[in-house]
C-alpha cells in the first residue's frame, strides 16, 4: 500500500527549491509550543510562588516562612487544571508552621523538631529527654516536652498519629527487654498510654516499636547513636 505524501512533502520532492518549506514549518511549530508555555506560565503568580519556595530554604527552628502555602494554592489552577492542594504534603505546610511555633514557644528546640517524610509530618524527640539508658520510665521531664506535642495534636484533629520507638545499634538483653525491639516497641506504647490518659482519643494513636532498623545517623560515635535514640510521631492525615 503506497504511502499518501502530505502536501509539503510533495511539494518538497517535486521542487527542490522548496523544502526550506519543511524547514518553516517545523520552525513554526516549535514557536506556537513555546508561546502556549509562556501563556501558561503567566496564567500563575510567579511571585508568590518564588516566595513559598525561598520559605523551603529556611530552617523551621530559626524562622518562619514569610508566605503561607495556601496563599500559592489560591493563585488558581496549575498546567493540568489542578490546584497545588492536590499534591501530597502541600496543606500541611502551615500546620508544620504552627508545630514550629509551639515548639519554640515552649523553648523545646534542643530536643525536638520537625520535619517532612515522604508527605508525612514527623516529630522528632530525643529519647534521652524521655527515659534513662535502658529503661521505659517516663522521666519527670518528659511531662513537660510531652505536653507539647499533645498541644500540637489536639489543635489537628485531622491527623491520625503514629508513634515509633527507635534505638541505637548496642545490643540490649535484660529480664524487662530481651531486645532493642521490645524496649522500642514498650517506649512507643508508654508515651501512647501518656497522651491517652492527657485527653487524646485512642482511636487516633499507633504505637510501633522498630529497634535499631531506621537510623537518621550513623552509629559511629555517640553523638550519632544520641541521635538514633529517639521517639517520632508521624501526621498522616484522615483518609
Known amino acids: 500500500m503506497e504511502t499518501k505524501l502530505t502536501d509539503i512533502e510533495e511539494i518538497a520532492q517535486t521542487d527542490g527549491k522548496s523544502a526550506w518549506l ?62 497545588l492542594d492536590h499534591f501530597i504534603g502541600m ?12 515548639i ?11 520535619t517532612f517524610v515522604e508527605g508525612k509530618i514527623v516529630i522528632r524527640i530525643e529519647g534521652q529527654v524521655l527515659f534513662d539508658t535502658g529503661s521505659a520510665e517516663l522521666l519527670p521531664v518528659a511531662n513537660r516536652i510531652l505536653d507539647g506535642v499533645i498541644q500540637i495534636i489536639k489543635e489537628n484533629p485531622q491527623y491520625q498519629v503514629e508513634i515509633q520507638g527507635h534505638t541505637d545499634n548496642r545490643p540490649i538483653h535484660t529480664q524487662k527487654f530481651a531486645s532493642n525491639w521490645e524496649l522500642s516497641a514498650i517506649r512507643a506504647s508508654t508515651v501512647l498510654r501518656h497522651l491517652i490518659d492527657n485527653g487524646i482519643s485512642g482511636e487516633r494513636l499507633a504505637a510501633t516499636g522498630f529497634a535499631d532498623l531506621r537510623p537518621i545517623a550513623g552509629n559511629d560515635n ?17 483518609e
Open 22 to 83: 519543511m524547514i518553516y514549518a517545523d520552525l513554526i511549530t516549535l514557536v506556537m509550543i513555546f508561546f502556549i508555555l509562556l501563556f501558561s506560565i503567566s496564567m500563575m503568580n510567579m511571585e508568590k510562588i518564588t516566595g513559598v519556595l525561598k520559605s523551603f530554604e529556611i530552617d523551621f527552628r530559626v524562622d518562619t516562612p514569610s508566605t503561607s502555602l495556601f496563599d500559592l494554592i489560591d493563585t488558581g489552577s496549575i498546567m493540568d487544571g489542578k490546584k
Open 91 to 102: 496543606r500541611e505546610v502551615d500546620t508544620f508552621q504552627e508545630i514550629h511555633s509551639i
Open 222 to 238: 555517640p553523638e550519632e547513636r544520641r541521635k538514633n535514640r529517639r521517639v517520632e510521631f508521624v501526621l498522616k492525615e484522615k
Open 104 to 114: 519554640r514557644e515552649k523553648n523545646l528546640m534542643k530536643n525536638m523538631d520537625a
